[in-house]
């Protein structure tokens, strides 16, 4: 390859790279339904009888109080796509079957890593890595639905 070849597929592929930032970023009018999501939002946000959320979740005790997204992204997620969580009690069990699953799954792969090297150090952190990598599934996931 040339470097006058070089150059060009690299300012290629910038100038479509920055192209396609440009079309996402480049502003453009709300549809209806974003509106009346974002209008409802507005409004509870800016309700003066509304309590703390940590304050709920004390008084209930459970889980059920805790929220994993804004009613509004749940309501444009059940627009943008069928997959979506339907309900936050939906998205939280989602979360934690992700979260479970990629955790026994790494747990076995790091014990039968451990059992095929003989290494009894890496068999005592697995559970470790097993957690890490789970609350990275789980986070990755949350950041999908949010953003």
């Known amino acids: 390859m040339t470097p006058s070849l070089v150059g060009a597929l690299a300012l290629s592929a910038l100038t479509g790279v920055t192209v396609s930032w440009l079309f996402i970023a480049w502003p453009r009018r709300m549809t209806a339904e974003?509106?009346?999501?974002?209008?409802?939002?507005?409004?509870r946000a800016h309700d003066a009888t509304r309590q703390p959320r940590r304050l709920a979740l004390v008084r209930q005790g459970s889980v059920a109080g805790v929220r994993i997204l804004?009613?509004?992204?749940?309501?444009?997620?059940?627009?943008?796509?069928?997959?979506?969580?339907?309900s936050h009690a939906v998205a939280f069990r989602r979360l934690a079957v992700v979260a479970g699953s990629t955790a026994a799954g790494v747990l076995v792969i790091a014990t039968?890593?451990?059992?095929?090297?003989?290494?009894?150090?890496?068999?005592?952190?697995?559970?470790?890595?097993?957690?890490?990598?789970?609350a990275a599934a789980a986070i990755a996931l949350w950041l999908r639905w949010r953003f």
């Open 34 to 43: 974003e509106w009346i999501v974002h209008r409802r939002s507005f409004q």
């Open 70 to 86: 804004p009613d509004q992204d749940l309501a444009l997620l059940n627009l943008a796509s069928s997959s979506a969580p339907a």
């Open 112 to 134: 039968l890593g451990a059992i095929a090297t003989g290494t009894t150090q890496f068999a005592v952190v697995s559970p470790l890595i097993a957690l890490a990598v789970a």
